[in-house]
T-cell receptor
């Protein structure tokens, strides 16, 4: 069964600190992996997208990594800001591209 | 350039009723996908429309149906509403049904079934 798991379920950090969120998947065949940021009550916004051949992708203070062999991805947030408080969702696309499997998300809270 | 828009923003229905949600994709996008997001959970894929046809469907019953119009806008219909259908319904548009292009999400429609 195609699944995406994320950890931790929730995380609290202080402003300015770094953090890393994890995503493990069993989706096969694999097409690409995306990380989204979702503010409360709003639609998700894309942060990064990586295909099978990409190991890392950065978007400002967000850096995503992908290990297609172990089927693991991480999202590293550097120098966190209060506005980073949101849910971060990992989404894996099956090859042939028509099935998107969403993880449950990690709820990040950044405190002053 | 308008992004993805959805209407209505909020909706309250009772069990057994029917509901129609609407989505206008980002300008230039021809593919629309619908998702259901229960409180505190990640979105669940309902189905995707491209060229006015349902191209892929997630694990949702036939009570969930949709339509795509020639201008690429889309509707999601849910019949015989259940309490468990209460959720945020998200619409996402993209340039390509193959999944390689970024999906842009709308703000969602919050449905409450009483």
């Amino acid at each position: 069964k195609n699944q995406v798991e994320q950890s931790p379920q929730s995380l609290i950090i202080l402003e300015g600190k770094n953090c890393t969120l994890q995503c493990n998947y069993t989706v096969s065949p694999f097409s690409n992996l995306r990380w989204y940021k979702q503010d409360t009550g709003r639609g998700p916004v894309s942060l990064t997208i990586m295909t099978f051949s990409e190991n890392t992708k950065s978007n400002g203070r967000y850096t995503a990594t992908l290990d297609a062999d172990t089927k693991q991805s991480s999202l590293h947030i550097t120098a966190s800001q209060l506005s980073d408080s949101a849910s971060y969702i990992c989404v894996v696309t099956e090859s042939y591209g028509q099935n998107f499997v969403f993880g449950p998300g990690t709820r990040l809270s950044v405190l002053p | 350039d308008a992004g993805v828009t959805q209407s209505p923003t909020h909706l309250i229905k009772t069990r057994g009723q029917q509901v129609t949600l609407r989505c206008s994709p980002k300008s230039g996008h021809d593919t629309v996908s619908w998702y259901q997001q229960a409180l505190g959970q990640g979105p669940q894929f309902i189905f995707q429309y491209y060229e006015e046809e349902e191209r892929q469907r997630g694990n949702f019953p036939d009570r969930f149906s949709g339509h795509q119009f020639p201008n690429y806008s889309s509707e999601l219909n849910v019949n015989a509403l259940l309490l468990g259908d209460s959720a945020l319904y998200l619409c996402a548009s993209s340039l390509d049904p193959g999944g390689s292009e970024t999906q842009y999400f709308g703000p969602g429609t919050r449905l409450l079934v009483l």
